[in-house]
């Protein structure tokens, strides 16, 4: 089976709150959804739009649970924001006035996915609570399946990691609901980039 996949290197440059822990979902099950924004910097303003993106939005649900990431190799975007929205999503027909970041960015993509509970997210991803988020590496690959494989391709990306890996690291997997092309987007955390450089090999 042939499918589209893009994988980028990103260190987390934004740590998130951790909520009262809820129930976990089965394995592929998508409890939440998740507002995942891919934004490329306007030339010579990326450090602004790093420190824009890094302050909560406070018209979000939940402002403080998301998880920002810079680009480090891969895929053309700067910044990765993935916004943990609750169990339900809403888009306002009457959008407010501009915000601080639309004359530092050359373009965005936004998706909405859906995704485990924020609890999962939080501890697949090691941030949250008194973590250190220093050293943390992140692989982000976006999947298109051929036409009709959807289920194989999610049952393959959704794979536990075995016990007796040589590294062990942290997954998500969110399932795109609307917005951009991809329909699968994996995000894989390692502890150092010496753990990224082991499971490579």
Not at 35 to 55: C, D, E, I, R, S
Not at 58 to 86: N, S
Not at 144 to 168: C, F, N, S, T, W
């Amino acid at each position: 089976m042939r499918s589209f996949a893009a994988h980028v290197v990103a260190i987390g440059v934004a740590i998130a709150t951790l909520t009262a822990a809820a129930q976990q979902p089965q394995p592929g099950a998508g409890t939440d959804v998740y507002h995942v924004h891919f934004t490329k910097a306007a030339p010579g303003q990326a450090a602004a739009l790093g420190k824009v993106l890094m302050t909560p939005d406070k018209t979000a649900p939940m402002p403080d649970h998301f998880l920002l990431l810079r680009h480090q190799e891969g895929d053309d975007w700067d910044y990765a924001v993935i916004q943990h929205l609750g169990q339900k999503a809403a888009i306002d027909a009457a959008p407010g006035p501009p915000g601080p970041a639309r004359n530092l960015r050359a373009w965005h993509n936004d998706t909405f996915a859906s995704g485990p509970s924020w609890s999962e997210f939080t501890r697949e991803m090691g941030i949250g609570g008194k973590a250190n988020t220093a050293n943390l590496v992140y692989v982000l690959g976006v999947f298109r399946p051929v036409p009709g494989h959807g289920d194989q391709l999610q049952k393959i990306l959704d794979q536990p990691l075995p016990p007796d890996a040589k590294v062990q690291s942290g997954g998500v997997l969110l399932q795109h609901l609307e917005g951009g092309a991809w329909q699968f987007l994996t995000l894989t955390r390692y502890d150092s980039w010496q753990d990224l450089a082991a499971d490579r090999t």
